[in-house]
């Protein structure tokens, strides 16, 4: 009786002490979170954290969330709770500054209402009286400022935190800077010729002009407005003197420039021939003349082609994909991981890209942001408009350098026109042969990896355009934007890391079986050539004209190379094959790892405490005996 007595309060003082255990850890530790993600992809951004700091105003955040309308979607339910526990941790560093409601617009509602005027775009629940679910953000400061997050979609996760940093800062910003766009290229949208339909602006400038007073400037220019923050050039070619004394004088002037060039564009349309209009000539790169010298950067000629970076692309539906050096996937180890623009970024697209260097006696300081591997060599860019990737492996050798496709030039700037102003130029009041304060340049040798294509999926939503990222070559150009007109805190919340984390295993077996594939593509091909050749010697020294069309030897040659044909696609089909069965084990030893091994690690651990704990209890009872 005793015994059960204290069995029972023991129980009871278990349970007791489990829930005041609970209670003190909700308590003293509920704001303790441990983030051992690679890119700590669930910690407050040091940038975030900085916006938050200088607020100097009161912030409301009101999330709408059709809790009950979305009950039934688990994925709308987890992500609501990441949102949530996200914009905790905003209000908890906001020094009580920052305000977070979170509203359920119910249908037919007031709250409804408020989501319809702020602007939140609904999801159609599909109900004979056309209700909507909600899932956005609308901020709101002290005064008439208002942003909104029209819809928060899982599948932009990824850039939850900018999305939410970008709302903050904008709503507590006094201004925007003024940043300058020149460029060859139809950035700002253009006519289709086919269509004759207007086409949006590139995604990218339609998220500078979120953050930025933009200004389109023409090729033609001969002066630059002294209140323009920032000069962006994208693809600037074929620039008279009198524009390239406009641009020198203005780095020399704010000392604050963002070029894209670029050797070979792949979405320029190219030149017509104004002799024959229905020709077409080259495509010519843009190198902004005797600019670059002067700010101590050379441009190399040709495009970079890098091995390890290689995509595979394929150029026809037919074709299997190919290894394409000159379209480069980049991952993190070719990002300047010490520079605040490239530091945070996972991904990035970059097609038929040139080389950056600094002069030998240049006084600038030049500094990759972005670089080849070792496996690296030059190719020029003629023939480039008819893709051939077999060609371009056959003729790749490694130099073993590593280019710069991307660079910050620092110092002290000399002036690119030291015998006065060219003809035809504007002359400010003062003209100047050297920068007023120290510069701050970043060059980079490619304008494509900012068209939409290359770096995003962008559809259409009830008149609403979506932008879904796919790599981070947005974030980069909104980076070095933010960088160079002096908003450093949002550069850290660019890029957290993507969540999908790619098979490089799986990936570099591909790669693998893709050059023995290559390889025996090749022998077929020279056999192939070998036998036609054998069979037109045969047909020229054949004594009889008129004898049959081929001979007892020439058809042996044939039926030799028809199994020496199917032997080799034979062993084709085995590499596929071997391919195939490698990544499915693979697969099944890391389905074992993942759903067997650690929860069989984890019930042996709990069977050894509990056969010790059995082991104790059976020494002590020896003990009372």
């Known amino acids: 009786m005793r015994r059960g007595i204290l069995s029972t309060g023991s129980l009871v003082l278990a349970v007791v002490l489990l829930l005041a255990v609970n209670i003190l850890a909700v308590t003293v530790f509920g704001g303790w979170r441990l983030d051992m993600t690679q890119n700590q992809l669930y910690t407050l951004s040091e940038g975030s954290q900085a916006v938050l700091e200088k607020l100097d105003e009161p912030i409301t955040l009101n999330l709408f969330f059709s809790d009950q309308a979305l009950r039934d979607v688990p994925q709308m339910q987890a992500y609501a709770t990441r949102v949530k526990a996200l914009l905790r941790e905003y209000t908890q560093r906001s020094d009580g500054k920052l305000t977070v409601r979170v509203i359920d617009p119910e249908p ?104 930025f007073e933009v200004r389109v400037l023409s090729t033609f220019e001969k002066t630059i407005p002294d209140d323009v923050d920032l000069l962006i050039l994208i693809h600037p070619k074929e620039l008279s003197p009198a524009t390239q004394f406009a641009i020198d004088q203005y780095a020399l002037r704010s000392g604050r420039v963002l070029a894209l060039l670029d050797p070979y564009s792949d979405i320029e349309a190219p030149p017509r021939d104004p002799v024959m209009p229905t020709m077409t000539l080259p495509k010519t790169g843009s190198d902004l003349g005797p600019l670059l010298a002067a700010w101590g950067v050379q441009m190399a000629g040709g495009v970079v082609g890098d091995r390890e970076a290689a995509r595979l692309v394929s150029f026809r539906d037919d074709a299997p994909p190919q290894e394409y050096l000159l379209w480069l996937d980049l991952q993190a180890p070719h990002f300047n991981a010490d520079d605040l623009v490239t530091g945070r970024l996972s991904q990035m697209y970059m097609n038929t890209v040139g080389a950056l260097a600094a002069l030998p006696d240049a006084d600038t300081e030049f500094t990759p942001l972005i670089s080849s591997s070792a496996q690296s060599m030059l190719f020029v860019t003629e023939g480039l408009d008819k893709p051939d990737p077999a060609a371009l492996l056959r003729e790749f050798t490694p130099s073993g350098d590593v280019y710069a496709l991307a660079a910050r030039v620092q110092g002290t700037l000399k002036t690119a026109f030291p015998e006065g102003v060219p003809e035809d130029a504007e002359a400010p009041q003062t003209v100047l042969a050297e920068s007023a304060t120290p510069a701050n340049l970043i060059l980079v040798a490619d304008a494509d990896f900012i068209y939409d294509r290359f770096w995003a999926r962008v559809s259409e939503f009830r008149g609403t355009r979506m932008v879904e990222p796919f790599a981070d070559n947005g974030a980069l150009f909104i980076n070095m934007v933010d960088n160079l007109t002096g908003s450093d805190d949002l550069i850290s919340v660019r890029s957290q890391g993507t969540y999908a984390r790619p098979f490089t295993v799986v990936q570099a077996m591909n790669r693998a079986a893709q050059e023995e594939f290559r390889a025996a593509e090749q022998r077929l091909q020279a056999q192939l050539q070998q036998t036609e050749q054998k069979l037109a010697q045969l047909q020229a020294n054949r004594a009889d004209d008129g004898g049959p069309l081929l001979s007892a030897e020439q058809q042996r040659e044939v039926a030799r190379f028809q199994d020496e044909r199917v032997r080799l696609r034979r062993e084709l089909r085995e590499v596929r094959h071997q391919l195939r069965q490698d990544i499915d084990r693979l697969e099944a030893r890391l389905k074992f790892i993942n759903i067997g091994l650690v929860p069989l690690l984890i019930a042996f651990a709990a069977a050894l405490v509990l056969l010790t704990r059995g082991r104790g209890r059976r020494g002590d009872s020896h003990v009372t005996q």
């Open 108 to 211: 037919f509602s007031d709250a409804e209402d408020r989501a319809v005027q702020f602007g939140l775009r609904g999801l159609p629940l599909g109900g004979a009286g056309g209700e909507n679910a909600y899932f956005g953000i609308a901020g709101t400061n002290s005064t008439d400022g208002e942003e909104v997050i029209p819809f928060l979609s899982p599948s932009a996760e990824d850039t939850l935190e900018y999305d939410l940093t970008r709302m903050i800062y904008k709503l507590n910003a006094p201004g925007r800077p003024v940043v300058a766009v020149m460029s060859s290229l139809p950035v700002n949208g253009s006519l289709a010729p086919m269509t004759r339909q207007q086409q949006p602006p590139w995604a990218v400038i339609e998220q500078l002009r979120e953050l």
